[in-house]
Each structure stands twice: as C-alpha cells, then as structure tokens.
C-alpha cells in the first residue's frame, strides 16, 4: 500500500501551461542569480583596478595591491553578511560589519574618484593649459600695442620739437642763435644745422616705422599660428614650437626697438613646454579642490553596484537541498508551534521552546539541528535570539512537499477503496 502511495505521489505533477510557465520562470530567476555572481565578480575586479590605481600613487604598488584586494573582499563579505543578518539580533556585530563596510566603501570611492577624475578632465585640462597660453600671449601681445603706441608717441614728440626749432631758428628767434643773429630770418648756419637734426630725427621715424610694420608681420604670423593651434592635430608639437619662435622672435624684435626708443620693453611669458601641456593628470588630493561630480557618480556607482549585488546574492542558497535533506527539514520546521507575518512580510517563527514544552523537559535538538542548517544554508534569516524568518528561496521548498502532503492526503481513500475491491474475491 505505501508503494502504491508513493507511485500515486510520483504521477502528481503540476502540468498545464501554469506548470510550463512555472518552470521557465523559476529557470529565468535561477539563471539571473547565479549570473549575479560573475556580475559581481567583475565589478569587484573594475573597482579594484580604479582604486588600485589611486592607492599606487600614493604608496608602494605591492602594498596598494594588498590593501586593494582586502578593501574588494570587505565590500563583498559585508554586504552579503549585513544581508544574512538583522540588527536586533546582534546589534554589536551589525554595527560592526556596517562600518566595516562603510570605510571600505569610502576607500574604494576616494581612490577610485582620481582615476575617474583623471578619466574625465583629462580633456577639460589640457583645453585649460592651451588657453593659457594663448592668454599669455594674447596678454603680452596687448601689452606691446601700448608700448608701441609710447614709443611712436614719443617719437612724433621729438619730430614736433625738432620742427619747432628749425622755425625758431628761421626767424631767429631759437634760445641758440647768438646775440647778433637774434630775430634776422633767413637761412643761416644754425638754421642750416637745425635742419639737418630734424631730418636725421625724420629719417629715423621712418626707419622706425618700417620696422615696426616688419614687427607687424610677426606678431599677425604668432596670432595666426596661435589660432590654428590644435592639440589633436598630428602636428600640433610642430605648431607650437612655432608660437614658442614666433614669440621669441617678437620679443628680441622689440626689445631692440625699445631700448631705442625709450620705452621699457614689457616683460614676456615664459611659455609651458609642450610635454607639460599633454602631460596626464597626476592624482592628488587637490582633486577634491576642484570636484567633479560626473568623477564622483562614476567612483560612487560601481561600488553601489558592488553593493546592492551582493546583498542581493545573499538571499540565494549557496547550493540545492538534496531530496533527503528536504524531508528533514520539512518535518523539522512542522515541529514548530508559533508563526507569524511579520512587518517584512515574511513568516516568522520562534526557535524557543513553549512553556509547556519546557515544563515536560522536551528535547528540540533535531529542530533547532535543522533552524542552525537553514540559517547556514541561507534559507532561514534571523531576527532576534528567539526567532527567525523564512528567506525567499525556502517558500518553494516547503510548498513542494507540502504539495506531496496533500497528494498523499487525497490519493489514500482511492487506494483503500481499491485494496479492499482487489481483496473481496479472496474472502469469497
């Protein structure tokens, strides 16, 4: 009779379409967590990169190494052990894990940030060094306009003086002509010498003049090679190193010009050399000065990421229930008395013994035997010291054999009605 039972059970399966889709869903959840572990993995292993690339410009790159591995291990280990674990149960422990969690978190995020920093202003930077130095020069360049506009002041003044003497000296009324050539007009030795002084002085406005417009040419060609400038030209070394002669050659030009005209000259940039304005970013904590938020939710992401993963992997079973195992803990969870739902929504029952089971000195070893295996196992979450939760993945399990229970329940009036039937024609 039990055989026909137990073959009764066997032919009870949930078929129809419901069962079909049962089944593919119940694969599609399997298949996505046991995805979320190489998921994990993965994230563990591009958040370690990102803060193993921070801690290595600060310390010995074996060291970094070391203390990265330790830091990834944390994050993974807490989030799935604060997971397993409610605050009431033991709030020393708890909080323990969670600021474990909490400096390991903020590590990996602070080290991580300067990689992803480097990452995104990498380009912002170099575009801030290229206006620079076009603001250096285009600053030195203004500031020779005024100089130039001194020196052709100055010299139209000594050309307006030189003019005024020779009038002077035409009409004899010049503080130079002697006593007995005052106020005689004409055309007379000092009127002569007058005159050549002024054309000397008019001869080197225009040579001036005439450097200054070769000075003109430089300084369009420097503006011209400033602005065609672009770093991501193959060329752009050969186009700087152009500004860099460009300007050199303006300076030298000036120079010599105000020192003749009577001007100081003003003071040149001393440009950046090209590898200094393609040079990387190197991390430092200078970073956080000039915070990047983009740099941040990228260091903070991965690691939330990381996280929520593994909390999540948690409420998975590190492996199935053997059929035997499933039967002793189904009879051994029956034992229990007290349930309920508690504010997660899930079925809570107490560990401890009744009173009246304490009073008849009951044994609960195998009970509490198979809540200990659960809690291992993953399928049973604690609360506090007298009671505990069902976790997600133990519903199915006890809905299973509860299903073989109540198969058992119905398929025994039939199997009786059918022995006794099978048994009539012998007791004729």
Known sequence: MAMEVKSVIKKHPIGGIGGFINS????????LRIWTIPIVLMLSMATGFTTYYGLSHFILPWIALIITIAIQSIIVISSLEIAGMHWKANKLRFFSVLVSLLIAVSASITFSYFKFYEISQSGPIRIERMNQVRKEVSGYLTALAGARSRILKLQQQELEKASAEVTEAYYGTHPGVQSAGKNMVGQGPFFRYQNRLFQEKKEQAAQLERKLELLNDDIRFLQTSLNQWNLK???AEKQYQRIVAGLQEVQIKFNQLSANGGVIAPEAPILMTYAEITQGVTPSFAMWRNFSLFAFVCASMADFFTVFLSYRLEFTAPGPLSEREKDLVFECLRQFTEFRINENDELEMVI?????????????????????????????????????????????????????????????PSVSSKSEFNEAPNEQ
């Open 352 to 412: 401890e013994k009744s009173e009246i089971e304490k009073a008849r000195r009951y044994s609960d070893w195998s009970r509490v035997f198979a809540v200990g295996f659960l809690l291992s196992r993953g399928f049973l979450r604690k609360i506090d010291s007298r009671s505990v939760e069902f976790a997600p993945n133990l519903y199915p399990l006890i809905a299973e054999r509860m299903g073989y229970r109540l198969s058992s329940i119905k398929a025994q």
């Open 24 to 31: 593919v869903q119940t694969l599609f959840v399997a298949t």
């Open 233 to 235: 030209n193959a060329d």
